[in-house]
């Protein structure tokens, strides 16, 4: 178990160091990772280690549910797999803390962990925003990023927000909040001044970079995993308590100010009313959302999608509800938060029964930890963000590690080879799904060869023979995605001026097969109704604009081509 623990300890390191909103590999390859960690922990520690983590596999099973009615399958399979490899890590590494010593070494690795990112951090604000601005150019051309990620870190480049290796202040904020509690229980169990110095330099480096974030999310969480921490960690100190809290508590509060007034400066999209706006309309629509399906929400994944249709105008697109609880009820309905409150009160709960035992520090930081975790989550969402997401689960293993694990008897190996089997089957999934999302990068790279820099330029050029076979050979490993489809449709109708009609048939059921996967996705039926337009058959583009406009009303663009549409009537003109 020694030797997992290493690994576990490893991947937690990679998954802040290695950004997965840079790149999407590095999420699969800590799923494929933890697969065989886990493997190795179900033959060592027994399937019956399994039982410890059972609120994550409450969790997940609500979100694969979910997928039985969602109305974006390729968003819930996505979350489902992604959330199958967080709650195996936390399996991994609640078998792996079982012993004392194994525990303090993995709660070290992430203190150190968080301290190196705060060292890149600091130096990303005094020496290496130039840096960083020419990096996230050269990710965009390569496509590592997104363009809209590439915007969203280019302005924090811009104002001088620090966001080290995660591409938002808010979540390397979060991050930070996390891993502040553990920093300080090292501190204060370290044996030795030098020791301890060590310790404090490290939070000290933690905290200028967590000023320099100018999150305000990121100082609700401190301010809550603290006072959790004090609240929890001198249960014993009397009457020291009240004076320990005040003066925490007052320094958190100044922080807290500072940076909400440094906020409250900046205009436009980092603003601090800006924010607060835009979270008023995200909350608002989520209820609305919910209203419609009150009972299992959309499915897992679907929010980004649903919000479109009450969204009002001037309000920014997202993929979040930006509160977890608003969140969970508009993609999973009821079921869904009461999996994720069994999640966090099971982890409080675990931890506060080792109040009483040696090393109750650990604990009450652990504890305050997942606190800081749940607080910053009810005014953003960090719950599926690699870097965060991967800190949080990794806590609630610690806090569900009971007990040193004993080795599995014949029937326990039994179930652990099919246990085993089970977790392979997974595998091959997941191994599928990384092919198909490499296949789809090579295509995109290979029409940037050819000089056609996106997916809409694809749709006026035909593109070369081989990113069709690409995107083709994609679709095929992933045939639920729906951007799938529609990649391939896009390639398809920009050669038909080389094909004639049988690719523009071709696209014509690409764009089908995405809408019958997505049906409430609005840009589907754009793409679909564009094509009409080239088609000339002006009867079915109006049709298919009414369609993308039912589903994302307050759309200024699509309202241009419906009127387009419709300028001149009839049908093929």
Request: hydrophobic share 50%; glycine share 10%; with cysteine.
């Given at each position: 178990?020694?030797?997992?623990?290493?690994?576990?300890?490893?991947?937690?390191?990679?998954?802040?160091?290695?950004?997965?909103?840079?790149?999407?590999?590095?999420?699969?390859?800590f799923?494929?990772?933890?697969?065989v960690?886990?493997?190795?922990?179900?033959?060592?520690?027994?399937?019956?280690?399994?039982?410890?983590?059972?609120?994550?596999?409450?969790?997940?099973?609500?979100?694969?549910?979910?997928?039985?009615?969602?109305?974006?399958?390729?968003?819930?399979?996505?979350?489902a797999f992604?959330?199958?490899?967080?709650?195996?890590?936390?399996?991994?590494?609640?078998?792996?803390?079982?012993?004392?010593?194994?525990?303090?070494?993995?709660?070290?690795?992430?203190?150190?962990?968080?301290?190196?990112?705060?060292?890149?951090?600091?130096?990303?604000?005094?020496?290496?925003?130039?840096?960083?601005?020419?990096?996230?150019?050269?990710a965009e051309?390569?496509?590592?990023?997104s363009?809209?990620?590439?915007?969203?870190a280019?302005?924090?480049?811009?104002?001088?927000?620090?966001?080290?290796?995660?591409?938002?202040?808010?979540?390397?904020?979060?991050?930070?909040a996390?891993?502040?509690?553990?920093g300080?229980?090292?501190?204060?169990?370290?044996?030795?001044?030098?020791?301890?110095?060590?310790?404090l330099?490290?939070?000290?480096?933690?905290?200028?970079?967590?000023?320099?974030?100018?999150s305000?999310?990121?100082?609700?969480?401190?301010?809550?995993?603290m006072?959790?921490?004090?609240?929890?960690?001198?249960?014993?100190?009397?009457?020291?308590?009240?004076?320990?809290?005040?003066?925490?508590?007052?320094?958190?509060?100044?922080?807290?100010?500072?940076?909400?007034?440094?906020?409250?400066?900046?205009?436009?999209?980092?603003?601090?009313?800006?924010?607060?706006?835009?979270?008023?309309?995200?909350?608002?629509?989520?209820?609305?959302?919910?209203?419609?399906?009150?009972?299992?929400?959309?499915?897992?994944?679907?929010?980004?999608?649903?919000?479109?249709?009450?969204?009002?105008?001037?309000?920014?697109?997202?993929?979040?509800?930006?509160?977890?609880?608003?969140?969970?009820?508009?993609?999973?309905?009821?079921?869904?938060?009461?999996?994720?409150?069994?999640?966090?009160?099971?982890?409080?709960?675990?931890?506060?029964?080792?109040?009483?035992?040696?090393?109750?520090?650990?604990?009450?930081?652990?504890?305050?930890?997942?606190?800081?975790?749940?607080?910053?989550?009810?005014?953003?969402?960090?719950?599926?963000?690699?870097?965060?997401?991967?800190?949080?689960?990794?806590?609630?293993?610690?806090?569900?590690?009971?007990?040193?694990?004993?080795?599995?008897g014949?029937?326990?190996?039994?179930?652990?080879?099919?246990?085993?089997?089970?977790?392979?089957?997974?595998?091959?999934?997941?191994?599928?799904?990384?092919?198909?999302?490499?296949?789809?990068?090579?295509?995109?790279?290979?029409?940037?060869?050819?000089?056609?820099?996106?997916?809409d330029?694809?749709?006026?050029?035909?593109?070369?023979?081989?990113?069709?076979?690409?995107?083709?050979?994609?679709?095929?490993?992933?045939?639920?995605?729906?951007?799938?489809?529609?990649?391939?449709?896009?390639?398809?109708?920009?050669?038909?001026?080389?094909?004639?009609?049988?690719?523009v048939?071709?696209?014509?059921?690409?764009?089908?097969?995405?809408?019958?996967?997505?049906?409430?996705?609005p840009?589907?039926?754009?793409?679909?109704?564009?094509?009409?337009?080239?088609?000339?058959?002006?009867?079915?583009?109006?049709?298919?604009?009414?369609?993308?406009?039912?589903?994302?009303?307050?759309?200024?663009?699509?309202?241009?081509?419906?009127?387009?549409?419709?300028?001149?009537?009839?049908?093929?003109?």
């Open positions: 178990m020694r030797t997992v623990a290493a690994a576990a300890g490893l991947l937690l390191v990679f998954s802040a160091a290695v950004s997965g909103s840079i790149y999407p590999w590095s999420s699969d390859m799923t494929l990772a933890v697969l960690l886990a493997c190795f922990t179900v033959w060592e520690a027994g399937p019956s280690s399994l039982a410890r983590v059972w609120p994550a596999w409450l969790m997940a099973a609500v979100v694969y549910a979910s997928s039985a009615w969602s109305v974006n399958l390729s968003g819930t399979l996505s979350q992604r959330l199958t490899g967080y709650l195996l890590f936390a399996y991994v590494v609640s078998a792996s803390a079982s012993d004392p010593g194994r525990r303090d070494a993995l709660l070290r690795t992430l203190f150190w962990s968080a301290v190196l990112v705060s060292m890149y951090g600091i130096y990303q604000y005094f020496i290496g925003f130039a840096n960083t601005a020419e990096y996230l150019r050269g051309a390569a496509r590592s990023i363009p809209g990620r590439h915007a969203s280019a302005a924090t480049v811009r104002y001088g927000r620090v966001f080290s290796t995660m591409l938002s202040p808010n979540v390397l904020a979060c991050y930070l996390v891993a502040a509690p553990v300080i229980s090292l501190a204060a169990a370290a044996a030795g001044g030098a020791r301890r110095l060590l310790y330099s490290g939070l000290l480096l933690m905290l200028v970079a967590f000023v320099l974030t100018r305000v999310g990121g100082v609700i969480a401190l301010v809550s995993g006072s959790v921490f004090l609240a929890v960690s001198y249960h014993r100190a009397g009457s020291r308590l009240p004076g320990r809290m005040a003066a925490a508590g007052g320094a958190l509060a100044v922080l807290g100010l500072a940076v909400a007034f440094i906020r409250l400066q900046r205009s436009g999209p980092l603003g601090l009313g800006w924010s607060v706006e835009q979270r008023l309309h995200y909350w608002s629509g989520a209820l609305d959302i919910w209203k419609a399906s009150p009972l299992t929400g959309f499915g897992a994944g679907s929010f980004g999608i649903e919000y479109m249709r009450y969204m009002p105008a001037g309000a920014g697109e997202t993929r979040y509800a930006h509160d977890l609880v608003l969140h969970l009820l508009a993609e999973l309905g009821p079921p869904g938060v009461l999996a994720a409150a069994a999640v966090f009160g099971a982890s409080f709960v675990w931890c506060i029964r080792r109040l009483r035992a040696p090393g109750h520090m650990h604990a009450a930081a652990v504890m305050a930890g997942v606190a800081a975790f749940l607080a910053h989550n009810l005014v953003d969402y960090t719950w599926y963000v690699p870097e965060t997401a991967a800190a949080f689960w990794f806590l609630f293993g610690i806090s569900a590690s009971v007990g040193e694990v004993r080795p599995a014949p029937s326990g190996r039994a179930l652990g080879a099919a246990v085993t089997v089970l977790f392979l089957v997974f595998g091959v999934y997941q191994v599928r799904d990384y092919m198909a999302g490499q296949r789809a990068s090579a295509a995109l790279g290979v029409l940037a060869e050819d000089g056609i820099t996106s997916q330029a694809a749709r006026t050029r035909p593109g070369p023979e081989e990113a069709l076979e690409l995107a083709r050979s994609a679709s095929a490993l992933r045939p639920y995605d729906d951007s799938l489809h529609a990649l391939l449709a896009g390639l398809y109708e920009g050669r038909a001026a080389v094909d004639g009609m049988k690719s048939k071709s696209a014509e059921v690409g764009y089908n097969r995405a809408i019958e996967l997505n049906p409430d996705y840009f589907h039926y754009r793409d679909l109704g564009i094509l009409y337009m080239r088609m000339r058959d002006r009867v079915r583009a109006r049709v298919e604009f009414r369609k993308a406009l039912e589903r994302y009303p307050s759309s200024a663009p699509l309202k241009k081509y419906l009127e387009a549409a419709e300028k001149q009537g009839g049908g093929r003109r």
